[in-house]
């Protein structure tokens, strides 16, 4: 319930601010800490209202009829705590810069934006609060190939998925349960069975670049409980290690998927490994290249290949100028074109490449390889 997002206000209030170096947690301040000692009065710049302790919280209309006037208060004085640490923060951060007392609080703002992405690009997944104090992930990553992590995460944490939307990019996740609403007396306490299931709504979006991945409960507002916040940081450690972005590997799942593993060979191509032997490895691979929808020109169990045909929406467009300048012609069809899907035992596994008609693997060859693994872990 959403009375119960509202309680853990200390432990929110440590994450408050979204700091230059990722999501670090905040010291505690009762009041504001004076960092212009010594300097000329700062004045508040013209987009930036001044920390006041008077000021009301916006709350949706959801959120107030279930909350009470205790948690509200409580509510209130962590924003009001949040909006001090961040106006400190500007006031050091235009002190430290030798920045002129008119510059504006965007200013500051894309500063950090600046610093962020930078580190985003560095390392590839942070973890990060938002103004409403939502724990997310950041992804400097493609948001097709963030899908394919994330369902690679989602299935090494061995979490139940009710529904998958790709159409939507979210994933419906049975994450835990809890104590009902209610006071329970006697034996009700011990039933166990008539716990509630926790839901969750995980989405992926894409801004400025950046993939982002959220938490909502099933009327889509926003989590920001310590139980969603420690899922989130779950699932940003396994993007940081078993679902990385050019190296993913299930440790979880039903039997025959656990093993799978999608990742860079000596070629700097993308490899599938199968926890097979080449015969059961070439039948599996026989029913996905089907079910994923690729046209398959030749099989071979004896050489253990497959020959597709494969039309890629994302690669070059090789189409003459004076034939894109025929604007009286219909827009072709992107034309498909020729890969082997080769296999190669090795030891009790079995590796998978894909290769062109010059016999080379390619940018392709690492999106079909793409495709077939997030087939093969359903």
């Known amino acids: ?20 170096a990722a999501c670090q947690s905040l010291d ?39 909350a009470s006037g205790g ?16 106006y400190n923060e500007f006031l050091k951060w235009r002190a430290q810069e030798g920045i002129s007392q008119s510059i504006d609080f965007s200013a500051f703002k894309a500063a950090k934006q600046e610093a962020q992405r930078a580190l985003l690009s560095k390392r590839g997944v942070l973890t990060a609060l938002d103004d409403s104090g939502q724990q997310l992930i950041l992804i400097d990553d493609t948001l097709d190939n963030s899908w394919n992590r994330v369902d690679t995460a989602i299935l090494n944490m061995g979490l139940l998925t009710l529904d998958i939307t790709r159409a939507t990019w979210t994933f419906r996740i049975h994450y835990d349960t809890r104590e009902p609403a209610g006071e329970r007396k006697g034996l009700k306490r011990l039933a166990f069975w008539l716990r509630e299931p926790v839901i969750y709504q995980l989405q992926l979006r894409q801004q400025n670049d950046i993939v982002v991945a959220g938490v909502y409960d099933e009327d889509h507002i926003a989590l920001t409980d310590a139980t969603a916040n420690a899922f989130v940081a779950r699932l940003a450690v396994q993007l940081k290690t078993f679902a990385r972005e050019r190296e993913q590997h299930v440790v979880g799942g039903r039997k025959g998927v656990s093993g799978i593993s999608l990742s860079e060979g000596a070629t700097g191509r993308l490899q599938l490994t199968l926890p097979l032997g080449p015969t059961l490895a070439w ?4 029913q996905v290249l089907s079910e994923v929808g690729f046209s398959v020109s030749e099989k071979k169990l004896e050489t253990l290949s497959f020959v597709i045909r494969y039309a890629d929406p994302d690669a070059p467009d090789s189409t003459p100028l004076i034939k894109k300048l025929a604007f009286w012609k219909k827009d072709s069809i992107t034309p498909a074109s020729t890969y082997r ?7 009790t596994h079995t590796v998978v490449n894909v290769i062109n008609v010059e016999g080379n693997p390619s940018e392709t060859g690492d999106r079909i390889l793409s495709l077939i693994f997030e087939r093969l872990k359903f």
């Open 1 to 20: 319930m959403l009375i119960k997002r509202l309680i853990p206000i200390t432990a929110m209030s440590l994450g408050a601010v979204w700091l230059l």
């Open 28 to 66: 505690f301040l009762d009041t504001p800490v004076r960092l212009d000692d010594g300097l000329p009065s700062l004045a508040v710049p013209p987009d930036l209202t001044a920390p006041s302790a008077n000021e009301s919280i916006r709350l949706s209309d959801a959120v107030r009829q279930r």
């Open 71 to 86: 948690q509200l208060k409580a509510f209130g004085a962590f924003k009001d705590f949040e909006k001090r640490a961040e």
């Open 283 to 286: 039948q599996r691979l026989d």
């Open 341 to 347: 899907v080769q296999l190669s035992p090795e030891g």
